[in-house]
């Protein structure tokens, strides 16, 4: 079973700054991409983030200037640093990662539960 588990959200004001983090664990292996989703209240996710095995990254209009994301292969981690947050920002942050599994033939694109974050005007 694949697991990813979210850490770091939370409550911040307009400006702040917050880092997430995200660990894939369980018996997923090769993970060719890691990324991040949100989803706004109300709305669909949408990806916002990706950082393959390469280092090749891919960030939305919406936060580039503001989030870097990076990744720690080697521990199947990935991180979303966010910075100068607006009220607009506020959902729930979900890490997704694109690997195998024991047990199943193709790779898939997996994601964790997710976590809240909250920006304050």
């Known amino acids: 079973q694949v697991q990813l588990v979210e850490s770091g959200g939370g409550l911040v004001e307009a400006g702040g700054s917050l880092n997430l983090s995200c660990i894939a664990g369980g018996t997923i292996f090769s993970i060719a991409s890691m990324g991040w989703g949100r989803q706004a209240p109300g709305k669909r996710r949408d990806v916002i983030a990706t950082?393959?095995?390469?280092?090749?990254?891919v960030l939305a209009d919406s936060v580039k200037g503001r989030f870097t994301i990076s990744r720690d292969a080697a521990k199947n981690t990935v991180f979303l640093q966010m910075n100068n947050l607006k009220p607009e920002d506020t959902g729930v942050y979900s890490c997704?990662?694109?690997?195998?599994?024991?047990?199943?033939?193709?790779?898939?694109?997996?994601w964790g539960p997710g976590t809240q974050v909250t920006v304050s005007s």
């Open positions: 997704n990662a694109d690997g195998f599994a024991v047990g199943i033939n193709r790779s898939k694109l997996y």
């Open positions: 950082i393959t095995s390469g280092g090749r990254i």
